[in-house]
């Protein structure tokens, strides 16, 4: 015989035996079917359960789904708007950088302006530079 619910072909004889020791061989049949019926209403009860418990999940399920979905939206509106804002504010500095310089029409970088503009104190030196308290030049 096969395990049913932990328990080996012995111990299902076993309780047979005892049962019908306690109940008789009149009342066996009688017992059996209530146990059967036991059964198959403790199966409809968890089978009604699981339904129960289906249903209040999947309306939980759903408004979890429709916030997941409302904040996914706003986290794109969110980002798309971030993305016109940076690049708005790019195009602004462009203009501003572009309209502030008088050779706006030129292509040189901001490194070959830096080093052409006389008032940088970056700018190298052509000559020597004389230390005024040793008269040094070096």
Not at 21 to 32: H, Q, R, T, Y
Not at 125 to 135: F, V
């Amino acid at each position: 015989m096969g395990t049913i619910l932990f328990l080996s072909g012995q111990h299902i004889f076993l309780v047979m035996i005892v049962v019908l020791l306690l109940f008789g061989a009149d009342k066996m049949p009688e017992v059996a079917k209530g146990l059967a019926k036991g059964m198959q209403d403790l199966k409809k009860a968890t089978d009604d359960i699981k339904k129960e418990f289906e249903a209040s999940t999947k309306e939980i399920r759903n408004d979890v789904s429709d916030i997941q979905s409302s904040i996914r939206k706003d986290a794109s509106d969110f980002s798309e708007n971030i993305g016109k804002n940076a690049n708005d504010i790019s195009d602004s500095f462009k203009d501003e950088i572009n309209s502030s310089d008088p050779s706006a029409g030129s292509t040189r970088s901001i490194t070959e302006k830096k080093e052409n503009n006389p008032d940088n104190l970056s700018a190298k030196s052509t000559g020597p530079i004389e230390n005024s308290q040793t008269g040094y030049a070096g």
